[in-house]
Every structure is written in C-alpha cells, then in structure tokens.
C-alpha cells in the first residue's frame, strides 16, 4: 500500500514535462555553453577545451585580443551610433504617429491605422532589392546623400522605417490606455495638442517607450540583414557583418575567436534581455496581438 | 474677452459647421504627427513596391546599367516559367517551409507552450526565456553556434558526444544533410514566436474550465485535444498564416548558414542573389524584380486576409477631443 | 459670466445624442445636469467646455458666441470624476500649469498657488507628488487647479463620485460654499439627485438626450413636468398608477379601481383630461392604514433609521410607502392604502407629460 501511494504521489505531471522540455532545449543549451566555453579556449573538441597539443586544457585570454584592435572599436562605435539613432528615429516617429492615430480626428485615419497594422505582417526583405534602387536614387539627390547607398544614415533610415509599423502599433496602444480626461484638463489648461503630446502624455507612458526603447535597441545593434546589403564600405560597417566576414573566411575558420567577437555582441543582448524580459515578451507578443 | 461680436461670428456660422472653416484648432496638426511616419513609409515602402513591378517589365541589369536598359513587357515574368532551375527553387522552398512550420513554428511551439504551462511557474518562464534567447541573439552569432553544433568530428559537438560515442558516421551536418540543416536553424527561432503567443492564450483559458475538465475526469492529452485545443484556435490560425509568410520571404539565417549552397537556395534568397548580391558581382535586376514580385504579390494577398480576418473596425476607437 | 445654449444638437455618427438643448444660465448661478447615465448631461458639459463640436446650435458666453473657441480661449476651469491630475508632477505644479502656459512670473504663480492650497487645505502638500496624495486631496488640487485661473465658469463632471460616503458629504457643501463665495457661475454634471437638489440652484434633468425641464430644485420636486422627471428625482421613487378621471356632477373623480373612486380637489384638477391618465403619488404621501383607500398586501419592510419603507403589493402591481418606526404594520398583512390627494401628480400616459403643470 505505501509503495503504491508513494508511486501515485511522485509528481509525473510535472517531470515528464519537464524532461521533455530539456531535451527540446540541448542544443540551446549547448550551443551557449559552448559559445561561452570557447572564448576562453585555445580550441574544442565538442564541449572540451583542449590546448594546442590536442590535451584537455588549454585556456587562454588569447581569443579576446581583438579588444585591442582599433577597428573593432571603430564598428563597435558604428554600431552603437546604428542602434541608438534607430532607437530614438523609431521613439519619435511612432510616439507621433502613434499619437495622432490614437487621439487625433482627421480623414485617412482608419486607412493609415489598417495599413500600420499589415504592414506589420508585410515582409520588408521582399523590398531589399528595390530599396536599394531607393538609396541610389537618394545618393543623387544633393544634401541628402548621407543617406543614400553605402552609408549609415541610408541603413539607419532603412532600419528606422522597417521598424515603424511594429513601433505605431504598440505606441497606439499605449496612448489608447490613457484616460480622456486627462487630456481634456490640459487642453482647457491651455496646452496645444502639440504640448498636450510632449508634456502630459508622454509621461504617461513612460513604460510603453522603455519597452519599445530596448526592442529597438536590440534589433539596431543585432541587425546584419540591412547594414550588409547597403553598406559594401568596411569602415562603416557593423559589428554583425564582421563576424560573418570572419566566418566566411576561406582561411580555416578559428572558431574560438569568432565566438568571442559574438560573445561581446551578445554580451549587451542578454543583460537587456535579462532586466526587461517582461517588457520584451509584451512587444513580442503585444505589437501583433491587437487583433484577439 | 477680446472676441468677436455675435454678429460678427453668427454670420458665418450660423447652425451649421463646416469643419474646414472651424477655427477650433488647426485642422493640418495631424499632419506634423503623421508627416515623418508617412513620409518614411511612402519611401521605403511604397515607393519599392512601385519600383519592383515597374523594373520588372524592363531587362535592367548590371550590363545595361540605370541607363541603357528597355522596356520588354512580360518577358521576365514569362521567364520565371521557363527557367530551368525555377522549379528547383519552389521545390526546396516549399520543403523548407512546410517542415519548419509544421515541425517548429506551430508544432514545436505548441508542445512548448503546453509543457511551460504545466511545469511551475518560475520554470516555465526560464524555459520561455531561453527559447526567446535564438530570436534576441544577433543572426551571425547565432548561425555561428550551429555551424559549429553541427561540424564534423573532432570539433562539431553533436558528432563529438552524441554520434561519435555511439558508433555512428560522423559527417559536416551542414553539407551532408543541407535541409535538415536550415529547418532546424530556422525552427529554433520561429517556434518562440508561436510559444508566446499560445502561452498567453493558454494562460488566458478560465481556470474554470480546467478545474471542470479535471473534475470529469480528462488525463493530460485528452485535455489537450478537448480543451485547449479548441480554446486557441484563434491564435494557431494566425501564428500558422502569419508564420507561413514570414517564412516564404525570410532567408537571412540561410544566406548566413549555407548561402544557397547545397540546393538550399529558396526563392527569397535566389531574388537577392539575383538583384542585390552575388558572388560575380553580375545582376539582373529586372528579372530579380520578377522574382521578388511574386513575393510581394504573395505577401499583398496575405495581407489582405489579414485585414479580413482581424474584424479590423472593432478594434478602432474613436477620438473623444474634437477640437482638432 | 452668463452661460446661453441655444438649440444645441450634437450626433455622432449620425446618431443624435442631443435633442435641441435650450438653457440659460444667470451670472454666479449653479446649475446640475442630473440624469442618468448616457443621458447627455456629460456630452452637453463637454460641448460648453469647447472639447466636443456642436452638431449646430449656438453656445453663448455673455454675449459672445464661443462655438468656434478652442478649450483654453474660453476662460473656463473644470473638475473630472477621476481628477485627472498630472500624475508626474507634484501639486504646486498640477496647480500652477495653467499660469504657466499662460507665462505667468514665477512670484505670480507662487502667490497664486498660495492662495488657492490654502483655500483648499492643501497648503502643506505643494511639494508632493499627486500619486501619494489621498482621493480626498486629490480631490482638492484638481478643485484647485480649476480655480486658480480665476475661470468665469466652473465645469464639473462627476467630481464627487469617487469619493467615500462621508468625504462626500463634506465636499459637497464645501463645493458650494466656494462657489458660493467666489460667485463663480458653474454647472455640476451629476447622477446623484442628493447632490444636485442640495447643491444647484436649478436643475436640469435630461433623458436620452432630452431635455426634461429645468426648474428650481423645489419645482423640480413639487411640480414635476415629466413623468420621467417625477419618478427619477425623490427616493424612495413615486407610485406610478394607471387610473380614470371623469367628472361628474361638476366634481372631479378619480378612479382607482371598480366601485373607488376619490374626489380630486380643485388645485390638482387639469384642464384637459387625456384618454390615459398615469397618477403618481410619492411615498410620504401616501397613509398606510387598517382602513380606507386601496387595498393592498405587505410585501416587505425595510428599516433605513428615520423611516420604515414599506412594500406593498396588488395584483402585481408594487407600491412604496413610509411609516415611522413604532408602527404595528407586518409583513405579509392586508392593509388599506390612502392618498393625500393635495399631493398627487397626473400625468397624459401616452406623452408622460403632466396634465397639472404644462
């Protein structure tokens, strides 16, 4: 009889599932032990750290010594200046549109709410190619040529529109949380919807722009797609489009010191990730979820 | 007050109001709000839409230049039939597709988000977090892990402690089984997507009806197939066609991983290749717009359920601040 | 500041949510909105305060039409149900905001915010932020922020029903005792006819977008004009009875049920008698007797303190009456009802309108 209740009470429903999701998860979990694992080797045998010799062992600070090496500094200043400026462009742009989609009354609204919102499902990698004929065009046209073709203001405008569907939607929702009144108080305290938008609502949705602030970030400073197709100058490329010229090497590949470049991009990843999960899953799941 | 008189002011407004004369606030205000998002949109959106099918009637490329090129009617649609390694293309496409969707974005993703919703609740959510970790790492880093997961002996780790132990052939996985390769890269970023977005239907079923699943009697399964099932139908309709089209167009993990190589060159990433990038520098515009046309078309159409499908209007509320 | 309405439509969507609003509003007066909810007392407060358009019609500050005037050109301070306050500034700045924006000197605006924190009680709080603050101070630095721009109307949308029973009570009279002081015009948009019969000078009920009348509070109660205003203003609510009245032999009767009739005295006869008659009777005056009158059957008695209210039932038809405590009536007894037939109120039961005060 014990042995019955004791079998009857052991928790099978929560350790099959369980073990069912760690075996889903190993190679994720392997894949950044060993990203982790590597950095700091002279080379591995799978998960093993071995020295030159071929022995167990071997670790080294060897593979880091790209920090010494201006130019990864030069594209890890690229980009952050990528990452940042798409962050505050799409902050900008979407907490404006955002607004007047939300709160403003003029013809062509409900049109330009249905297409922020497909656009939302629309594939901007189908556009690469004819975006590209966009900046050429752009690089002609005087003034404006920082922001053609082969410049970081071209994929940085690029970047910024590719993310604006995403950024409105989420934006809308947030302003469409605040409470009318609060608007009207300041209308009648005399603000213009112009400062009504600055100062009183903005603050209000402190959240919603943190959230979407980190997303941006993210997106900016992991980006390859963009940067690699519209930037063919290595000076001004990204952190991104090094590794992958290190990994397409025809030289045999050293895939201790690749990781460490992609550990140090990483590194800034997980700890946003890290200390704003919650926020992040709302983006992931939120900015389409609208609809439900 | 410093206003008009009602003479003044009941002469031109008399009982009715046209807005376009209102005085009550700026009736272009929006316009400062909108400008830039329109702007950036009617660019870089609209504008390439355009350019796409435009170009693609034109046998625009790198010899002809942006200057000496004509206008030759359908021939690089009618040529997109024609083409000798099209089917090939649609072959590895729709395998890749169908697979990883099926196996990954919605399969994969369903079985994550049943199993995190019945493990406590702590561990679900590191669970879900490192499933999100593939689609938050930069793309390259993240092809790097797997390249090297799946490298050959005596480095790759799936050869080195689960095939070589047991006596199996070690092999490059990425060259030996190239489909395997991309499906199993792309799944591991896609099935996040479906994760949380059926958590949070999961989570949003009434406890209610658990509890009085569990009081009839329902085991684990039959509540699966009884219960939740049917309960988020929504959502596996949508992430399924949402999933469905990312898929189709997406093809920057296998650029990275393979770069077409191997027969893994899908139609998305065959267009690019065409249009934007190769390794002779050689590009066919005109035809590389052909071929991203039946994506964008593709995409239009979905995008068109979508609009459908969404019961669009309920969700719009209307502006309660009339004065602009 | 005198306030004129005159033939205020509004729709939305090409519904109509206003029905021709006429209204006149004296300088210092203070007029209720009451109805109940979605009735169009809120809309009609938004359409004076320039935050919605009216569909036509006129709205007249003196006698200047401000139908054209953004919100803040019109000289006006409003009071929201859920405060509204800036809830990332502190209360020296909620207060001051509007100075502000009008690029008052800071001394002005110290001297401002000064004066009217003390009006309010809140002088000690300027430096808080208005998310610690109570819903009581809340309640306050919105009060205040409307006031201190010395607005020539007041507008109040609701503001008390946030608050617990007691504070209630308190703000009220305080409400009217500045605005009383102040001699402010303003109009308080409410559903609690407590408020708006001990607080306004006149009321108007509105309906689904009609204006129902717009009278003193006295009048409001005495001499009801609509069925709807009869049994929405006094609690409990009044008796509504279908009945017949006929004269005869130069008398006016009125018949309640076969073989009952009463005699209607001379200030309650109407001119011109309907083909449906509705009487309705209020609570307090009606007598619950062992004798005389309709014959009715306790349902249930509810104890408030001052008075019992007392359910009674004929053929499925329910009435209210009050007695005093210490009466001997009992659930479940057959009792006669009377009326004070110099209070009863008729009404034309196809328009409701009453026959007595049109």
């Given amino acids: 009889m014990i042995a019955v209740s004791k079998i009857r009470t052991f928790p099978w429903g929560k350790v099959v599932p369980f073990t069912i999701l760690l075996i889903f998860s190993i190679p994720l979990i392997l894949g950044i032990y060993w990203i982790i694992i590597s950095t700091f080797s002279v080379s591995t045998r799978g998960l093993i750290p071995i020295d030159s010799a071929g022995n167990p062992g071997g670790l080294t600070l060897a593979n880091w010594s790209f920090l010494k090496d201006p130019e990864v500094w030069r594209l890890t200043w690229n980009t952050f200046v990528l990452a940042t400026t798409l962050t505050f462009g799409v902050l900008l742009v979407s907490s404006m549109a955002g607004y007047a989609l939300s709160r403003i009354n003029f013809k062509g609204r409900k049109t330009f709410l249905g297409s922020t919102m497909v656009l939302q499902a629309f594939p901007a990698t189908t556009l690469l190619i004819a975006t590209y004929f966009v900046l050429r065009f752009i690089s002609g046209v005087p003034l404006l040529s920082v922001f053609g073709y082969d410049t970081l203001g071209g994929v940085i405008l690029v970047s910024i529109a590719t993310q604006l569907p995403l950024g409105i939607w989420l934006m809308k929702g947030f302003f469409d949380a605040i409470p009318w009144d609060l608007e009207r108080a300041a209308l009648i305290d005399g603000c213009s919807r112009w400062r009504t938008f600055r100062q009183i609502l903005l603050p209000q949705i402190r959240p919603g722009i943190a959230a979407l602030s980190v997303f941006s970030f993210i997106i900016g400073w992991s980006s390859f797609l963009i940067p690699y197709s519209f930037m063919t100058n290595q000076d001004t490329a990204v952190i991104s489009t090094y590794i992958n010229r290190l990994m397409q090497d025809t030289a045999p590949v050293n895939y201790s010191t690749v990781a460490a470049v992609g550990l140090f991009q990483l590194i800034p990843v997980i700890f946003f990730f890290i200390f704003t999960q919650k926020y992040l899953l709302a983006i992931f799941a939120g900015g389409m979820k609208g609809g439900s | ?324 | 500041m005198r306030v004129n309405l005159e033939k205020i439509t509004k729709s939305f969507k090409k519904v109509e949510v206003l029905e021709e609003i006429n209204l006149d509003i004296k300088d210092g007066e203070f007029v209720a909105f009451l109805g109940p909810s979605g009735c169009g007392k809120t809309t009609t407060l938004l359409i004076v305060a320039g935050i919605y358009k009216a569909t036509s019609g006129l709205i007249k500050f003196d006698d200047t039409v401000v139908n054209k005037l953004v919100p803040k050109d019109r000289n006006i301070g409003m009071v929201f149900q859920s405060y509204a306050l800036y809830s990332h500034m502190n209360v020296y700045q909620n207060l001051t905001f509007a100075l502000m924006l009008q690029k008052k000197s800071k001394a002005e605006m110290d001297k401002a915010a000064k004066i009217t924190s003390e009006m309010m009680g809140i002088g000690h709080l300027l430096d808080r932020k208005v998310g610690m603050l109570s819903g009581g101070q809340q309640q306050r630095v919105a009060l205040g922020r409307a006031l201190i721009k010395k607005p020539g109307l007041l507008l109040f949308d609701e503001p008390l029903s946030n608050l617990d029973a007691r504070l209630r009570i308190h703000m009220r009279s305080e409400i009217k005792k500045i605005q009383h002081d102040l001699g402010t015009t303003a109009i308080y948009v409410t559903h609690d006819q407590i408020e708006a019969m001990s607080m306004a000078d006149r009321i108007a009920v509105m309906n689904k977008g009609v204006m129902q009348a717009y009278d003193t509070p006295s009048n409001i109660h005495d001499k009801p004009k609509t069925l709807f205003v009869a049994t929405f203003v006094g609690n409990p609510p009044m008796n509504v009875m279908d009945v017949t009245l006929q004269k005869e032999n130069g008398k006016m009767l009125m018949k309640l049920a076969e073989g009952l009739s009463i005699e209607v005295p001379l200030s309650r006869t109407p001119k011109v008698i309907p083909k449906k008659v509705k009487m309705g009777i209020r609570p307090q005056d009606l007598e619950i007797g062992k004798t005389g009158g309709l014959p009715f059957k306790v349902y249930t008695i509810e104890p408030t303190g001052r008075d019992d209210v007392i359910i009674c039932e004929n053929n499925g038809s329910m009435f209210t009456g009050l007695a005093t405590p210490g009466h001997n009536i009992k659930e479940g007894e057959n009792v006669k009802v009377s009326f004070d037939m110099e209070k009863v109120q008729f009404f034309d039961a196809v328009t409701e309108k009453s026959i007595l005060w049109n």
Wanted: with cysteine.
């Fill in chain 2, 1 to 324: 007050m410093g206003l008009k008189t009602v003479e003044e002011i009941s002469a031109d407004s008399a009982f009715s109001f046209t807005p376009g004369k209102s005085k009550l606030g700026n009736k272009y205000d929006w316009l400062i709000f909108m400008g830039p998002a329109m702007l950036l949109v009617g660019v870089f959106f609209i504008a390439p839409v355009i350019i796409v099918f435009i170009i693609s009637f034109t046998d625009m490329s790198s010899l002809t230049g942006f200057s000496n090129w004509s206008w030759i009617g359908f021939d690089n649609w009618i040529k997109i039939f024609t083409h000798p390694q099209s089917s090939q293309h649609v072959g590895v496409t729709v395998i890749y597709v169908f697979f990883t969707l099926v196996f990954f974005n919605v399969g994969l993703a369903l079985v994550l988000s049943i199993l995190t919703t019945h493990i406590p609740k702590a561990a679900g959510f590191a669970f879900r977090a490192l499933w999100l970790i593939p689609r938050i790492t930069p793309v390259v880093v993240y092809i790097m892990m797997w390249r090297y997961l799946m490298a050959d002996s005596p480095y790759g780790i799936f050869n080195e402690i689960f095939f070589r132990p047991l006596g199996l052939d070690t092999s490059e996985m990425v060259s030996a089984h190239p489909y395997i390769a991309i499906i199993l890269v792309n799944g591991f970023i896609g099935a996040s997507f479906g994760m949380i977005i059926f958590t949070s239907a999961i989570e949003s079923i009434s406890k209610d009806m658990m509890n009085a699943s569990l009081v009839d009697g329902a085991n684990i399964m039959q509540r699966i197939r009884h219960i939740i099932i049917p309960q988020i139908k929504w959502p596996l309709m949508f992430v399924t066609t949402f999933q469905t089209l990312s898929l189709i167009t997406s093809f920057e993990q296998i650029m990275i991983l393979t770069d077409g190589a191997y027969g893994t060159e899908v139609w998305s990433l065959w267009a690019y290749h065409k249009g934007l990038n190769n390794y002779f520098g050689q590009f066919q515009w005109g035809f590389a717009m052909a071929l991203a046309g039946i994506l964008v078309i593709i995409s239009i159409v979905f995008c068109i359920a979508y609009l459908k499908f969404f019961k669009f209007s309920d969700m719009i509320q209307e502006p309660k601040i009339e004065t602009l």
